[in-house]
């Protein structure tokens, strides 16, 4: 099955950055400045954020981690936030982001693209829509 462009580059330095025995932040830094440099050779520099973001994916997935975004209306309380450990493994990065346009309610976000919503602005545009 063909792949496309974007996910064959963040594969590609997503293996080179998970090489067995890892990689010194001398050679990590050199590695990505040379494929940055790659990218803008193939004409992809707009699609670098993508690559690295999709990068990062792979490397965590290989080591059994997720990124997970938190998204509130206003910021989370202590009650709240012991509940939404619950959902976080060791070793996840976990980012909260408020987003007052949600009204009410969580959006849960795992890996930029798995997404549970369960915001009022989502349950008020399912109503309206």
Known sequence: M?????KLYARALA???SKKGGVS?????????NFVKLIIA???EKKLKEI???AEDFILANQ??????FETARTTTASQKKILDGIVNKGD???????????A???IIINDSKQLDLSLLAKLQEVFT
């Not at 932040?25 to 400045?33: I, L, N």
Request: aromatic share 0%; charged share 35%.
């Open 93 to 103: 990065i976990v980012k909260e982001k408020i987003s007052p346009e949600l009204i």
């Open 25 to 33: 932040a001398t050679e990590e830094k050199r590695v990505v400045s």
């Open 105 to 107: 309610g969580i959006k």
């Open 15 to 17: 293996e080179i950055l």
């Open 2 to 6: 063909k792949q496309n462009k974007t």
């Open 42 to 44: 193939a004409g992809l």
């Open 52 to 54: 690295l973001s999709l």
């Open 64 to 69: 059994g981690k997720r990124r997970i975004t």
